[in-house]
């Protein structure tokens, strides 16, 4: 049976937050715990303060801020386009227009970041480009074959940490593709190390080339794409979701990406 995953939105008001009701927030943070997704539309943003507008709901629902290199402060992720994508591209994929195929944030640490909030600055104004769009990892865990799963939940696999995120000298870390159950999952197909995966049993290398196949065929999965427009923040569970974009159009998009875990 396939989980529904229900667009509703919430308003804040964003001029109100530090002194309004902590109802909303409660509820905001109970949806986010239960179906592992949540949207809201932020108005009366102070000096369109995008930053801390974001900041501010990911603080009041619980949320403490991961910071994505050495830097203690480094929380809020722009997404936007630096440079458009050729061969010789050095840039991050999520800094280039080109299409971001489903993954997990974070794939390449041991403990990643439970959630994402993404805050919509600038929408891509174009009828199909850059568009938001997620599948739960149970529709993906589920049509695995049971060898598979298996492997890829005993088994380790190296994992290349990208240099603009690594923390200290690490450069890769060793992990579980499956985690905590039948539908966490890291994934982000570019970072299993390649090398290292040519050495490895032939049963390891299907596995992964099995998990590939189910990701990359799009067509076939339940895809949700929210409703957005600007000024929209959506968060969600790293792991009970995989997400990506649509290649962009609109070099003007402008989306901040924040990960945080819950306090309690």
Not at 108 to 132: I, M, S, W
Not at 178 to 194: F, M, P, Q, S
Request: glycine residues 4%; proline residues 4%.
């Amino acid at each position: 049976m396939k989980e529904i995953v229900y667009d509703k939105c919430y308003t804040v008001d964003c001029s109100k937050v530090d002194g309004g009701s902590n109802d909303l927030f409660d509820k905001l943070r109970n949806e986010l715990i239960t179906n592992g997704y949540v949207k809201v539309k932020c108005e009366n943003i102070s000096d369109e303060n995008c930053d801390k507008a974001c900041l501010d709901i990911i603080n009041k629902v619980g949320g403490i801020c991961c910071p994505y290199n050495d830097d203690p402060t480094a929380f809020i992720w722009p997404v936007k386009v630096l440079e458009l994508d050729s061969p010789k591209s050095k840039l991050q994929a999520s800094q280039l227009d080109r299409e971001l195929v489903f993954h997990t944030d974070c794939s390449y640490e041991h403990d990643a970041p439970r959630f994402v909030a993404l805050y919509f600055v600038q929408c891509d104004r174009t009828e199909n480009g850059g568009k938001f769009q997620m599948v739960r990892t149970k529709e993906i865990v589920d049509r695995l074959s049971p060898k598979t799963q298996r492997l890829l939940r005993e088994e380790t696999y190296k994992i290349n940490v990208p240099p603009d995120f690594r923390k200290g000298d690490i450069d890769h870390i060793s992990g579980h593709i499956l985690l905590e159950g039948d539908e966490h999952i890291r994934y982000r197909r570019d970072i299993v190390n390649k090398d290292q995966l040519k050495e490895e049993t032939p049963e390891k290398q299907m596995a992964i080339a099995e998990l590939n196949s189910i990701i990359l065929a799009e067509n076939q999965l339940p895809v949700f794409r929210p409703t957005l427009t600007n000024n929209i923040m959506v968060m969600f569970n790293n792991a009970r979701f995989v997400h990506g974009r649509t290649k962009i159009e609109d070099i003007e998009r402008n989306v901040l990406r924040v990960r945080f875990n819950l306090d309690g």
